[in-house]
């Protein structure tokens, strides 16, 4: 079965400072990633996704992710953040089962930000 | 906006009653998925129905079940509630059953038991 494991709990970044969220999964076959993001009293959104192709994937509000198969890691990153990134943050990995891929999320990282 | 809508927002509840949440996806898609998300167990999938007809279950308790109507809404029906299922419950939307494109997420139902 897969699993995600997003190691940091919480993150604290100054607005304006570079991000750098990790992502570790374990799949026995190519794996689907995602990233999503939830702000409070939200549902998810996507963020950005990899299913093949060039490892380094970009997506909305300036994140990109950098799928590193020999590393089992799919971090994501943002060179500069603003206030309004303080969400939580969450990975996942697509399981094939019943003929589509499901996401198995991980436990998600709260990004403070600071002024 | 994502363009899910999931009614009620909240639902306070007694021990041992029965819930239905809805949910209406996103004009077009076919798929709904239903999460539980709460502190204990994170985010976890329950149950994915594709077009009306179930197409995979995760972690699902018997006490639980769900359905997709022909107009494409859904509806998760919770009985005998217990404390523990306490959580906030979204469901998401999406084109097609493969799962490869973007779900869409609904703004959740916070179900209380007390």
């Known amino acids: 079965a897969q699993s995600v494991t997003q190691p940091d709990i919480h993150i604290t970044v100054s607005e304006g400072a570079s991000l750098e969220l990790r992502c570790n999964y374990s799949?026995?076959?190519?794996?689907?990633l995602f990233w999503y993001v939830q702000s409070p009293g939200q549902g998810l959104q996507l963020l950005l996704k990899?299913?093949?192709?060039?490892?380094l994937v970009q997506g909305i509000k300036g994140f990109e992710a950098e799928f590193k198969r020999s590393q089992s890691s799919f971090n994501l990153r943002k060179p500069s953040v603003h206030w309004s990134d303080a969400a939580e943050y969450f990975c996942a990995v697509g399981g094939l089962a019943g003929g589509s891929y499901i996401p198995t999320f991980g436990r998600g990282t709260s990004l403070i930000v600071h002024p | 906006d994502s363009g899910v809508t999931q009614t009620p927002k909240h639902l306070i509840t007694a021990t041992g009653q029965r819930v239905t949440l809805r949910c209406s996806p996103r004009?077009?898609?076919?798929?709904v998925y239903w999460y539980q998300q709460s502190l204990d167990q994170g985010l976890q999938f329950l149950i994915h129905y594709y077009n009306g007809e179930e197409r995979a279950k995760g972690n699902i308790l018997e006490r639980f079940s769900a359905q997709q109507f022909p107009d494409l809404h859904s509806e998760l029906n919770l009985s005998s509630l217990e404390l523990g299922d306490s959580a906030l419950y979204f469901c998401?939307?999406?084109?097609?059953?493969?799962?490869?494109?973007?779900?869409?997420f609904g703004p959740g139902t916070r179900l209380t038991v007390t």
């Open positions: 799949y026995g076959a190519t794996p689907y």
């Open positions: 998401a939307s999406s084109v097609d059953g493969t799962g490869i494109y973007e779900q869409y």
């Open positions: 004009s077009g898609d076919l798929s």
């Open positions: 990899y299913f093949s192709g060039d490892t």
